[in-house]
T-cell receptor, first 111, second 115 residues
Framework: GENVEQHPSTLSVQEGDSAVIKCTYS??????FPWYKQELGKGPQLIID?????GEKKDQRIAVTLNKTAKHFSLHITETQPEDSAVYFC??????????FGSGTQLTVLP | DAGVIQSPRHEVTEMGQEVTLRCKPI?????LFWYRQTMMRGLELLIYFNNNVPIDDSGMPEDRFSAKMPNASFSTLKIQPSEPRDSAVYFCASTQIDRGLVRAFFGQGTRLTVV
């Protein structure tokens, strides 16, 4: 089955700086890579996703990149704000078309 | 739509008691997933249903865990008997296939504490 690894497990940045979270996956059949944000006391919420036929996607301060050859994808948050502090999860759909999640990254944006 | 609804939000029970967690998926979604989240193991898939039929329960930790989906709008996850190591946040998610992509929507979770 699919295996997704996520790094780092914790990340602290100063407000206004950029944050980058990286994931690798094992199943070459994966073609969908969503990112979820989990705020304290809430369930994970989809914030952005990318398909395998696209190398990069942007939505305001958030961008995702995908390198299918290397089987890795990344989340980039620019101009970070305190409300960006949360746990972020990457995921890949695998050949079974069910999501396998990474272990999560606790992002803290310091004011 | 109100999203995926889970109940209760919090449950505290004594070891050995039966616990039932409930989930109402988003109307029209045909797949439902149960996850367990702990600090040690992160987000683990326990079981998922497709059109109310259990497809993969390989993540269910033991026979003490069971899940049902009697209809398209309701699912339960039962733990009997419960143990302290079952303490975790349990999430339910329903998915929508959008142009071949699996978009998952999570509930708010049930925080279970077994003492």
């Amino acid at each position: 089955g699919e295996n997704v690894e996520q790094h780092p497990s914790t990340l602290s940045v100063q407000e206004g700086d950029s944050a980058v979270i990286k994931c690798t996956y094992s199943d070459s059949a994966s073609n969908y890579f969503p990112w979820y944000k989990q705020e304290l006391g809430k369930g994970p919420q989809l914030i952005i996703d990318i398909r395998s036929n696209v190398g990069e996607k942007k939505d305001q301060r958030i961008a995702v990149t995908l390198n299918k050859t290397a089987k890795h994808f990344s989340l980039h948050i620019t101009e970070t704000q305190p409300e960006d502090s949360a746990v972020y999860f990457c995921a890949a759909d695998g050949s079974a078309r069910q999501l396998t999640f990474g272990s999560g990254t606790q992002l803290t944006v310091l004011p | 739509d109100a999203g995926v609804i889970q109940s209760p939000r919090h449950e505290v029970t004594e070891m050995g008691q039966e616990v039932t967690l409930r989930c109402k998926p988003i109307s029209g979604h045909n797949s439902l997933f149960w996850y367990r989240q702990t600090m040690m193991r992160g987000l683990e898939l326990l079981i998922y249903f497709n059109n109310n039929v259990p497809i993969d329960d390989s993540g269910m930790p033991e026979d003490r865990f069971s899940a049902k989906m009697p209809n398209a709008s309701f699912s339960t996850l039962k733990i009997q008997p419960s143990e302290p190591r079952d303490s975790a946040v349990y999430f339910c998610a329903s998915t929508q296939i959008d142009r071949g992509l699996v978009r998952a929507f999570f509930g708010q979770g049930t925080r279970l504490t077994v003492v």
